[in-house]
Nanobody, 125 residues
């Protein structure tokens, strides 16, 4: 069973940056889809950014396009979310997820069965 552990969340001022990491154990991230999701208080969990299992397709939610960058380092069995120009609306618990069979453009939570525990990101002055 793949286990995922996030790190890198915290408190940042508007306009600041954070990099989230998701380290996997118990299995390899090679050739499986990975993604980042977030859930703000009172809102449903939403897909932020995902990479397909073939590594040929990257999805970004409209609200983060141009500010966030997803990447993966299979040698370290880790993937990342670089978040720049953070805004208060980005405040949420961020979760990483991984699943085989994730095709291009798929970034919906019910397709993923392997989840991290979540890390809080708070953007506030």
């Amino acid at each position: 069973q793949l286990q995922l552990v996030e790190s890198g969340g915290g408190l940042v001022q508007p306009g600041g940056s954070l990099r989230l990491s998701c380290a996997a154990s118990g299995g390899s991230l090679d050739y499986i889809g990975v993604g980042w999701f977030r859930q703000a208080p009172g809102k449903e969990r939403e897909g932020v950014s995902c990479i397909s299992e073939s590594d040929t397709s990257t999805y970004y939610a409209h609200s983060v396009k141009g500010r966030f960058t997803i990447s993966r380092d299979n040698a370290k069995n880790t993937f990342y979310l670089q978040m720049n120009s953070l805004q208060p609306a980005d405040t949420a618990v961020y979760y990483c997820a991984a699943e085989p069979g994730i095709g291009p453009g798929i970034c919906v939570d019910y397709f993923f069965n392997n989840w991290g525990q979540g890390t809080q990101v708070t953007v506030s002055s």
